[in-house]
């Protein structure tokens, strides 16, 4: 059954502000919690909003995804995850396992936008994308920059 959406845009854009606030904080900052802080909130009415079983999957997801990325920095635990991706991509640099979970929560976003069909719960996945990217900036810039970079790059070739 549908969700209510009387109050549903105020929601989206309080949590929408929330999210940028937090954004803004952590990449100033250099404080990853403030980011993910911030995008828990939105997250959960994500899940609260949609509807599906894979859509309701990748929002429960996202959010236990941001709970894993809170545990993994206040407990500062290292991880090399290319150890065990190793298995099954060729050589692979040390890679810390903090830097996936943003991946992850890009990718669950991107599923949400395509496979929802509500207006709010796009909304919604736009922003856990937005934050996503500003919390793999936050814990690495330079490796953000090393795919940026020749992106901007090839994009300024096809506008001239």
């Not at 934050?131 to 790059?153: E, G, I, M, R, W």
Request: hydrophobic share 60%.
């Amino acid at each position: 059954m549908a969700k209510p959406t009387e109050h549903a845009a105020l929601i989206c854009a309080i949590l929408t502000v929330i999210a940028a606030l937090g954004a803004v904080a952590a990449i100033y900052w250099k404080q990853p919690l403030a980011v993910i802080i911030a995008a828990i909130p939105a997250a959960a009415y994500e899940l609260y909003r949609t509807e599906g079983f894979t859509t309701k999957l990748a929002s429960a997801g996202v959010l236990a995804v941001l709970v894993a990325e809170i545990v993994l920095i206040v407990g500062k635990i290292e991880l090399n995850i290319a150890r065990f991706v190793g298995k099954y991509v060729g050589s692979m640099p040390v890679v810390d396992a903090k830097l996936a979970g943003p991946v992850i929560i890009g990718l669950l976003a991107v599923m949400l936008v395509r496979r929802t069909a509500g207006i709010y719960t796009k909304w919604l996945a736009v922003v856990l994308f937005g934050a996503a990217v500003a919390l793999f900036y936050t814990l690495d810039p330079a490796l953000l920059s090393k795919f940026v970079q020749p992106a901007l790059q090839e994009g300024a070739k096809h506008i001239k």
